[in-house]
């Protein structure tokens, strides 16, 4: 494992072979994606901390989607050198499935675990209010909802570390990083689905109350030949709640293209 950087946004590269970008969600880092990795073997394995999140400082101008996937974009270009296989979780399938559409040359396939298309407008309404409580109190309080409203009971009950890691997570963000990364995905448009060119997989849990299964069987019924798997007693925290499942399900998907 190498530590990088494309200009200011800090990523961390493993392994050998065609390449994979992973894009975490709001209030994730390239930690997010660890468990994973041991299922990749072949690929070179390339997860980035959004501007304003985890290791990377916040830019100069303020964030927004089309920011992050900007972002994203330079780090296949750059460090992918061609297209590459993207992942995304929450936040971060957003930003996946904008690039795919927008930039369909540099995307090989998506993987998306507990995918946003766009917020709704109850949605946008918290997130401004979440940006508001992280700057006015901290990351504190929005680590605690996080683990109360994003984990299912089931995933919390059999793995003791689960509910701590979700919270450092949180513990870690900038205050101001994370308050205008929701600001950004309360304001984001979603990607239009007609333009996506490549094979999809959708991942979502089956107590997810933020990407509940309707929406995302919503996206996969937009998009001719995605995939779609619903991971029971398995809340938002998909990669998080069930490791060994979503990597089983990334591995198999990327392995069946890059061998077709």
Request: aromatic share 4%.
């Given at each position: ?7 200011r946004?800090?990523i961390?590269i ?14 994730g880092?390239?930690?997010s ?10 690929f ?10 985890g ?12 920011l ?15 297209p590459a296989?993207?992942v995304?979780?929450s ?12 930039r ?33 109190h ?17 995933s ?11 919270r450092e ?6 205050a ?5 990364s929701?600001e950004a995905l ?16 959708i ?5 997810d109350?933020i990407?509940?299964?309707s ?10 030949g995605?995939k ?7 809340g ?17 998907h ?7």
């Open positions: 494992m190498t530590g990088a950087a494309v200009g946004t800090r961390e493993d392994g050998e072979g065609p390449a994979i970008v992973f894009v975490h969600g709001l209030a880092t390239s930690n994606f660890q468990m994973l990795l041991g299922a990749l073997g072949g070179r394995c390339i997860r980035a901390d959004l501007p304003g999140s290791r990377s400082p916040r830019s100069f101008e303020a964030l927004t989607v089309e992050f996937v900007e972002t994203v974009a330079e780090v296949v270009q750059k460090v992918g050198g061609g296989h993207l995304g979780h936040l971060g399938s957003l930003v996946c499935l904008r690039l795919a559409a927008e369909p040359e540099w995307v090989r396939s998506l993987t998306l675990f507990g995918p946003i298309l766009e917020p709704s407008d109850a949605a946008r309404q918290r997130l401004g209010d979440r940006a508001r409580d992280a700057r006015e901290g990351m504190i309080a929005i680590a605690d909802a996080a683990v109360a409203g994003g984990l299912s009971s089931s919390i009950g059999a793995n003791a570390l689960l509910a701590p890691f979700v997570s949180h513990m870690r963000q900038d101001e990083g994370f308050a205008q929701c309360a304001a984001a448009r979603g990607a239009d689905l007609r333009f996506l060119r490549c094979p999809i997989l991942v979502t849990g089956e107590e109350a990407a509940p299964p929406a995302a069987r919503a996206i996969a019924d937009k998009v001719k995605s779609i798997k619903v991971l029971e007693r398995c938002h925290w998909t990669p998080f709640e069930r490791p060994r499942d979503c990597a089983k399900l990334l591995s198999e990327v392995r069946a293209i890059e061998t077709a």
